[in-house]
């Protein structure tokens, strides 16, 4: 399951508003905000959690699942690393 933590934190990573979030989703604004502003879990239609996990996942966040690897243990997110044009591995959003 996803938590509103999840959200604000891939957001944050990202450097989207909740607007861009929610167009990136194709979903709306007012959508989005009670999604966050859920307490734990994301509460939401299975239809709009799937959009939202496709778009975060589109914009290069990894969601890290409840006992999923993770050095820190728990759930959280992070940038994927994608390879760039010339073939090396770099995080969404860097700077080269």
């Known amino acids: 399951m996803l938590t509103a933590a999840q959200v604000r934190a891939a957001r944050a990573l990202l450097g989207l ?50 006992g999923a690897v993770s050095s820190g243990g728990g759930r959280g997110v992070r940038l994927k690393t994608v390879p760039n044009r010339t073939g090396r591995i770099s995080t969404p959003g860097a700077k080269s």
């Open 17 to 66: 508003d909740q607007r861009r979030l929610a167009e990136a989703a194709g979903l709306s604004l007012p959508t989005i905000q009670r999604m966050e502003a859920s307490d734990g879990q994301v509460r939401g239609n299975v239809d709009s959690l799937m959009k939202l996990v496709e778009a975060l996942e589109r914009c290069g966040v990894e969601l890290i699942g409840e």
